[in-house]
């Protein structure tokens, strides 16, 4: 999974990047454990720690700004001011 993730926190997303996510988490999901009901594939996401796109994106844009405004790096510093 975190081959999947890597970079969107640095990128803009849009809803088509979210369904793209969305689309290969129901695979990932159906080739784990095969077909299922929606009920059930919320209740093996939830015990499985599969948390939604919108969560995770949302988690990491905002750990990524956090991390890029305490950063010492000069350029960081100056992007950061304008």
Do not use: Q
């Not at 088509?16 to 080739?31: D, G, L, N, P, Y």
């Not at 009901?37 to 969560?55: P, T």
């Amino acid at each position: 999974m975190p081959i999947l993730y890597y970079g969107i926190d640095a990128c803009p997303s849009n809803s088509t990047i979210k369904h793209s996510f969305e689309f290969t988490m129901s695979k990932v999901i159906f080739r784990l454990f095969g077909p299922m009901s929606s009920e059930l594939r919320s209740d093996v996401c939830g015990h499985f720690g599969f948390v939604s796109i919108d969560e995770i994106i949302c988690t990491r844009e905002t750990k990524f700004i956090c991390r890029y405004r305490n950063s010492e790096n000069l350029l960081c510093k100056l992007i950061d001011k304008h």
